[in-house]
Structures are given as structure tokens and as C-alpha cells.
């Protein structure tokens, strides 16, 4: 029995004013606010990638009703059907319902499902082709449970702040290593036959105040939730950046967030969904709303919003935004047609995009429970029957499991007593070395933090069908070898501890770690967020300990993020640091292949392990900071955080953003860079055809009421239809009568020809497609010095040039495995966009007149070979 959290979600104001009357008030009250652009963009017959899928999605909406429409539009309120979320079926079409579910590591809430290692932990291998086979993986378990779209991955939170709750879901503070994992994880997804879906749209940075509800329940009396205030430079050179990569990656859907964006909500600001991603990415496919996200109805519509997520206003209202008011407002023109059969060609092309055929195999699932049988409609107690199946999705996952978290395991610190040769002894010390006593999945969605740290809390988590403990693995590893083998799997067995770490021939091995999730658990005072960045449960203390009484100590830690080691890390007798992020299922197995080199350590930190949490400059807002409104979370920093921001700040640091050892040593010599012939940039010209409409409906209410008697109605559930001819009593819109021109912003429902943003692709999703033309090849000789094969992640940083500009981004890398004595050839390459810089006068693109540098190093602080680009 799983128990859900709907205790968390608690009730809030829903009714909120049209946008257009936030502006004005917003100006007033002389906070960041969000310019409205309008109409939302209908999609392109002609983008790249979309042709085909739009074809048929046009073959197939044109068949559609208006309330077939609706309901695909519209979820079927929350635990109303068996995934996290669903839309209505089109029956008449032999369309079953959509099953969107989370998410980012494996599946949510099942059994006979993997667990794979965390996205961020994906990011540390710095390898294309497995963040590509994990989700390839991912995507194929989804599929074998019927799931049609995937809640990920995840490129919000980027990771502003280190503390914040999040980050481990997604992969890196750098927005190109970021960039590189959306696009392999949607391309993986997709190919295994799910719509993929990039999220939070956007600014979605910590935990604090992202819903009213949640902050309530924790006493913060506030009526808003947090606004992420971002300018527009930041906003496309830093958090849209790797958002753009998915939607060049033909991404299916995005999700829009919970938290405002200048004081807009996310899934109904119009500058985000219409602006930035429809017209000047040219996304092609839809955007649902996180759960709860959405706070409107007709205005949500007209801002971009395609898909109501789980479609009630608030979790089991039994009453929608959408629905039957999506409806009537259609049928009342507030809707325009365009508009609503444009939200189902959005959905019906990313569809088919993934999928042959509309006929698919049956959901074999139910999220709420792990019983056999039970109520299909979960929250009604409806429709009691077999529920689960119980398809064991797992395959040969393990072994991928296994590979990617050996490989992203960084090996930070290592003074020569790494790889383990059949040691004589070994000590293995603290609670993250052993099992949960109450068993890996017995904290709901990972809430607590006990035995070994394999992923964080929240939404983003899955079952684990085992878990692999590093004591058990490193004593099977220990007995093979005939090792001597003990271990103490608590932080606070001081005199056993220091009784067993100080004998003779001791290798200690010490396991710490620190743990953060999502908003909705609050566990041990962390809401979500980390309150401080230091190690859980005595951690620092441990390792000071043991390493006072043993000269040979490795340490290993399990986290989300970068933890403070200043106290400790620079101590003689601790041997060896690795950060082995959150590995998944086979933790144990992959930290043993690291220790024992089995696996040579090719992992690097996909962000900085700074000396102090004030280094690292924008931080978590904890407490509310604008009376009851909004909480205003400037991002004043701009493109400065992780090591943009140390290096900006002249700062040292403990170990930098890309930095991670090998067994073995790799010497880089010979740059050389090779000018492309890319034409000159052209900004995209013209415009749009006229909004499309596919098909055509009756304006008799009477076609739109409950079919008969017999329909059999779901209790709460959420359905397209009216309850009675008279519009204003079928909606229960307490603001009713107000027409489109009254509250809707200027243009909101403009079906005219629109021009294209210079920016945008004129039919190229991502952005416009010069952006993509490669400028410079850039080449270096690579030799492996040591004795042993081993995998280097060869990186590429440029230097913009201007005063504004950082020392060095991160623009290209390459993993290269090399024979000792071998040298290899890196080749990374400098597109257009890698070397612009966004001009806000323009509205775009621009190559700046500042001396441009490339280098070519092993992390961002080891940057041996430089060359200037002419
Ligand atoms: C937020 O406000 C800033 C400052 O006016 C502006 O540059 C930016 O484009 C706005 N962004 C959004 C999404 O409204
Ligand atoms: C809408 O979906 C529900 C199930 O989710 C289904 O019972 C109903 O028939 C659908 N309505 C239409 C008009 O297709
Ligand atoms: C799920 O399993 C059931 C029962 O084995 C099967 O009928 C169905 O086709 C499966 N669904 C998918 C999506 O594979
Ligand atoms: C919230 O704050 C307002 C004033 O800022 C006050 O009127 C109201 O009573 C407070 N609500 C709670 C639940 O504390
Ligand atoms: C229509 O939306 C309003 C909020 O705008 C809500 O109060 C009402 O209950 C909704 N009606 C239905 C039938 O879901
Ligand atoms: C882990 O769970 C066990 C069993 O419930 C409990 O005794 C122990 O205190 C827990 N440890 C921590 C650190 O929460
Ligand atoms: C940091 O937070 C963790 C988790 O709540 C806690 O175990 C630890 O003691 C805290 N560290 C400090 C220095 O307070
Ligand atoms: C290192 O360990 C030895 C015991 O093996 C101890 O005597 C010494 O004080 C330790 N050094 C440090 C810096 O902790
Ligand atoms: C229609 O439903 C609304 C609530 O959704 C309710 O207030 C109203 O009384 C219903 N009307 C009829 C005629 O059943
Ligand atoms: C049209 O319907 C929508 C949704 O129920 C409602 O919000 C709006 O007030 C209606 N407008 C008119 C002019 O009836
Ligand atoms: C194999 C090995 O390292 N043996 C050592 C164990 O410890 C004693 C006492 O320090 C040494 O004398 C051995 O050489």
C-alpha cells in the first residue's frame, strides 16, 4: 500500500486575476514584471522533425469534437485514473487515455522497475552515449507499463543555488553539460517510444515558497508564490540555454512551473510559453502544467498552456479550470477555435512523433497502490479490479546501472592508495555504507535518509527492486580477495570505531553523505532545500575521527550536491576522496569497481566544491521577503553562478567545476583550431501563416450536455461536458460574462499572419538555425602517460571577451579512451551560438568585437592549452 501525499497539498486561493491586471499593478508596485506576448503560436506545418507527425495529427484532430478536444486537453483529476496523471480518452476514435508519469531516474511508485543513478550523477560521466542508453532505458521500462509521457528530464532547477532541493534530478549548474544531457536523455526517451518532457519551465530554482499551499503548511503566511525575477540576458545565455538543446532535440512536451517568472505565474506567463519557447524556439509539441501549477482558465489558454496537469483546480476539487470551462469558453469565443484545436494538434504530433499507431497496449499499473487488485478510480473508490500487473520492465538495466554510476563516480582526491590491490585489511565506517534497517522503499518517495544514499526525495524517485549496499558489495569483494573484512554501519560507535580503525594494515573506508528532495516532505527541518550544506548526521565528525586515528582513510560521499569538506579534505592521512552522487540500485557494485579499479575513475564534478557556502554567491531564499505577496528572488547575480561565480569572485576553491582523477595521467599538447566556412548570420525575416482551425463545432449547448443516464460517471472526475444549457450554471465561474475583449490581454485572440522573431528558426525547432553553424574546429593531442587504458573528458572552454562576460564557459567535451603510451585526438567544435552573446537592444544574437580565446583543459581551473580565435 503506498501511502500519497496529498496532506501536503494544501488548498489555496485559485481564483486569480487576468495577467493584463497584474501588469498594471505590478508597475505600481515597481516589481519585476512580465511583458504579455500574444496570440499563442500555432504550430508550423513545415519544422524540421514535425512534418510527418504533423500529418497525421492533422488527419486525426480533423475527426475531432470539441469535446473530444477538450478532453484530450484536460487530466481526469488527481488518483482519478491509474498514472500521476491522464487525460480523457477519445473513445469514438479508439484513442485510450494518455498516461503522462514521472520521471527523471525510473518509474514512479512501481515494482519490477529499475532505479537508475540520478541525472546529476549522468552528468558526472560526461559520456554522450550513456546519458543516451539511460534514457533509452528509462523511456523503454515506461513504455512496458503503458506510460505515454515522461516527466523528464530536467534542466530546472539548473542549479543557481547548491543548497536547493532539486538539483540531483537534473544534471549540472553549467547550462552546455546540461544542454548535452536534455538532449540525450529526450532523444533516448523518444526513440524507446515516450513523449519526453523537458521541465520546470523555468526559474524553477528552490524549493521555498514554489506553491502557496505548501508554504502555508509549513507558516508561511504568504498569497503568492515565489518570482524568480531573471532579465532577459540571463535568461537566454544561462536558463534557456539547455531548454533550447531539448527542443532541438525534438522534445514532445515541457512542463511549465510552479513558482512566477517577474511575477507571472509560470503556466500562464505569456512572454515564457508564447514568447521564449513558441515563437522564438519554435517548440513544436505541448506544454502541460506541473501539478497545480495552473491558476486559470481561458487566460492559461491563451498564454500557451496545452494541457491541464491533473486537470482539477486543486487536487480532487472535482471542478477544473479546463474541462466543461474550456468548453463554454470555446463555444463563447474567449477560446478562440485556433487556440484549443491548436492544444490538440500540439499533443497529437508529439504523439505521433513517438508512437505508429493510436492503438495502444493497456496501462498495466496503478500508482496509487501495488495491490493486485483494487479501484481503477483510485480517489473515487471506483471500478474495483485487477490494477496491477506487475510487468517486470527491468531487462539488463542492471548492468547500465551499474556502468553509468561507476563512471560518473569522481574520484576527487587520491595521494596513491587507490585502486585497492587484495588489501590485508579493510574497515568499512558509517551508516551510508549500510541498509535501511526498515528496508530501501520504506520511506514514501524516499522521504527520510537512512542507510545508504542511492537518490534524493520526492516526485523524481522510483522503487528500488534491490539495492546493493557498499558494505555488502565491498565484503564479497573482501572475501574473494581474502581480505580481513569488518564494518560498523553507524556514525556514533566512537570507541568501536576508533578501536577498530586503529589497528594495524587498516584501509578505512568512510561513507557520508547528504541529502535534499522535493518541497512537499519536509524532512528533518529540510523543506525540500538543504538548510546547510555540510555532511548529515555527524558526518564531518566521522571523517575527522577516523581519519585522526587511521593514515589511511578514502572517503566516499553520497549526495546531492556539493557538501563542505574545508574542515578535513587536505588531511595527510585521508588517502582518497570520491563523490559517488547517487548512484541507484547498484551503488554497492560500482563504488567496489571504482575502489578496486576494475572501473578506472573518468568522472568529473559537475559542479564546484566551493570552501564556503557564501562563495558560492546567490543562496536559497528561506524566509518570505515581501510581507504576504511574492517572495522576490532577484537572479541579480545574472550568468554568474557555480564557477562562473567563484572565478568571477577570484576565489580558490576546494576541487573546480570539471575536475576528476584517473589511475592513470593524460598529458595535452598541439591545439589547433580550424576556421569553418559558415555564411554570416541571418536573422530569420517573414511570417506565419494564418491560425489553421480542423474542423468545425455546433453552438447548440444542447449538443454538449452528459450523454444520458447510463453514462457511468466517475465521482470527481473530470469531464468535458456540461451540466445544463445554460452556460453560466455549467461553469460555476463565479467572474462569468466577462467577454475576451474585457479580460483577455490585447491580440490574446488575433488569428492574423504573425511575424517571426529574428531568433527563431524559420523552420528549425531551437532557435534560428545559424545559431547551429559551425564557426571553428578546435583539435589537441591527448597521450596517456600512465601505465593503464583509461577514459578522458577532454573539455573545451571559451573566453567571451568582454567586461561582462566570465573568465571561461564550458562549450564543448569529448570522452576519449586511451591505450597507455597512446595520444588520441580531440576534436570539439564552436557553434555560432557558443560564441554570441545575447543583445537585448536586437533581440538577439550577436557576436561581440572582444578578442575571443579558446582553451582546451581537463577542468576549469587546468586549462593548459590556450589559442586565440581570429
Ligand atoms: C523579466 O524582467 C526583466 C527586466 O525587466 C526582463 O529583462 C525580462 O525579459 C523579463 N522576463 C520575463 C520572462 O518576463
Ligand atoms: C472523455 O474521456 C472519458 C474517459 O476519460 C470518456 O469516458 C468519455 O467518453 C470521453 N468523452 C468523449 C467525448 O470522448
Ligand atoms: C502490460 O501488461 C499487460 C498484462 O501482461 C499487457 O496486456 C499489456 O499489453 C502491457 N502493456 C504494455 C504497454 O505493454
Ligand atoms: C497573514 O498575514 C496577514 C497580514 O499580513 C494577516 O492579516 C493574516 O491574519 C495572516 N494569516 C495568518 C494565517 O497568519
Ligand atoms: C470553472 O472554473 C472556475 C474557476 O475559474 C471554477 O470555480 C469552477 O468550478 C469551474 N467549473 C467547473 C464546472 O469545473
Ligand atoms: C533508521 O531506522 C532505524 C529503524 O527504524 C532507527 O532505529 C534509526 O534510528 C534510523 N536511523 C536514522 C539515522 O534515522
Ligand atoms: C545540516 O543538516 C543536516 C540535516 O538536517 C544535519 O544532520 C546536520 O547536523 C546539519 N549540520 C549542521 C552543521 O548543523
Ligand atoms: C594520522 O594517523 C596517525 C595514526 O595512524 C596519527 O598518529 C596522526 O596523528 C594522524 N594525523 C593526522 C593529521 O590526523
Ligand atoms: C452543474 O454543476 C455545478 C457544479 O459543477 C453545480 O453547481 C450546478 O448546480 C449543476 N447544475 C445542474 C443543473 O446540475
Ligand atoms: C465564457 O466561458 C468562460 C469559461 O466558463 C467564462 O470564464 C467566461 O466568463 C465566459 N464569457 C462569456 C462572455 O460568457
Ligand atoms: C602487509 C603489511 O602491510 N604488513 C604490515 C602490517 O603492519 C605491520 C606493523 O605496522 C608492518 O610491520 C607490516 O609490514
Known sequence: MQLIHAAFWLPFLA???????????????????????????????????????????????????????VNLTTGTGWASEQCVGQVGAIPRLGLRSLCMHDAPLGIRGTDYNSAFPSGQTAAATWDRQLMYRRGYAIGKEAKGKGINVILGPVAGPLGRMPAAGRNWEGFSPDPVLTGVGMAETVKGHQDAGVIACAKHFIGNEQEHFRQVGEARGYGFNISETLSSNIDDKTMHELYL??????????????????????????????????????????????????????HTGAAAAAAGLDMSMPGDTEFNTGVSFWGTNLTVAVLNGTVPAYRIDDMAMR?????????????????????????????????????????????????????????????????????????????????????????????????????????????????????????????????????????????ILTN??????????SQDNVTAIVFVNADSGEGYINFEGNMGDRNNLTLWRGGDNLVKNVSRWCSNTIVVIHSTGPVLISEWYDSPNITAILWAGLPGQESGNSITDVLYGKVNPSGKSPFTWGATREGYGADVLYTPNNGEGAPQQDFSEGVFIDYRYFDKANTSVIYEFGHGLSYTTFEYSNIQVTKKNAGPYKPTTGQTAPAPTFGNFSTDLSDYLFPDEEFPYVYQYIYPYLNTTDPRNASGDPHFGQTAEEFMPPHAIDDSPQP???????????????????????????????????????QLYVSLGGPDDPKVVLRDFGKLRIEPGQTAKFRGLLTRRDLSNWDVVSQDWVISEHTKTVFVGKSSRDLGLSAVLE
Open 15 to 69: 481564483a486569480r486575476a487576468a495577467p493584463a491586471d497584474n501588469h498594471a499593478q505590478l508597475i505600481k508596485r515597481d516589481l519585476a514584471y512580465s511583458p504579455p506576448v500574444y496570440p499563442s503560436p500555432w504550430m508550423n506545418p513545415e519544422a524540421d522533425g514535425w512534418a510527418e507527425a504533423y500529418v497525421k495529427a492533422r488527419e486525426f484532430v480533423s475527426q475531432m469534437t470539441l469535446l473530444e478536444k
Open 347 to 487: 499533443i497529437m504530433a508529439a504523439f505521433f512523433k513517438v508512437e505508429k499507431s493510436i492503438e495502444l497496449d493497456p496501462i498495466n499499473f496503478s500508482f496509487w497502490s501495488l495491490d493486485t487488485y483494487g479501484p481503477i478510480h483510485w480517489a473515487a473508490g471506483e471500478g474495483y479490479q485487477q490494477i496491477n500487473y506487475h510487468v517486470d520492465v527491468r531487462a539488463d538495466h542492471a548492468n547500465l546501472i551499474r556502468e553509468i554510476a561507476a563512471k560518473g563516480t569522481v574520484l576527487l582526491k587520491n595521494t596513491g592508495s587507490l585502486p585497492l590491490n587484495k588489501p590485508k585489511f579493510v574497515a568499512v565506517i558509517g551508516e551510508d555504507a549500510g541498509p535501511n534497517p526498515n528496508g530501501p522503499n520504506s520511506c514514501a518517495d524516499r522521504g527520510c535518509n537512512n542507510g545508504t544514499l542511492a537518490m534524493g526525495w520526492g516526485s523524481g524517485t522510483a522503487n528500488f527492486p534491490y539495492l546493493i549496499t557498499p558494505d555488502a558489495a565491498l565484503q564479497a569483494q573482501a572475501i574473494k580477495d581474502g581480505s580481513r573484512y569488518e564494518s
Open 241 to 294: 540555454w539547455p531548454f533550447a538543446d531539448a527542443v532541438r532535440a525534438g522534445v514532445g512536451s515541457f512542463m511549465c512551473s510552479y513558482q512566477q517568472v517577474n511575477n507571472s505565474y509560470g503556466c500562464q506567463n505569456s512572454k515564457l510559453m508564447n514568447g521564449l519557447l513558441k515563437d522564438e524556439l519554435g517548440f513544436q509539441g505541448f506544454v502541460l502544467s506541473d501539478w497545480q501549477a495552473q
Open 756 to 794: 517571426l522573431l529574428p531568433s527563431s528558426g524559420k523552420n528549425s525547432p531551437g532557435g534560428n538555425q545559424a545559431l547551429y553553424d559551425i564557426l571553428y574546429e578546435v583539435t589537441a593531442d591527448i597521450t596517456n602517460t600512465g601505465e593503464i587504458v583509461g577514459d578522458e573528458v577532454v
Open 492 to 501: 556514533y560507535a566512537s570507541s568501536q570505531t576508533r578501536a577498530l580503525v
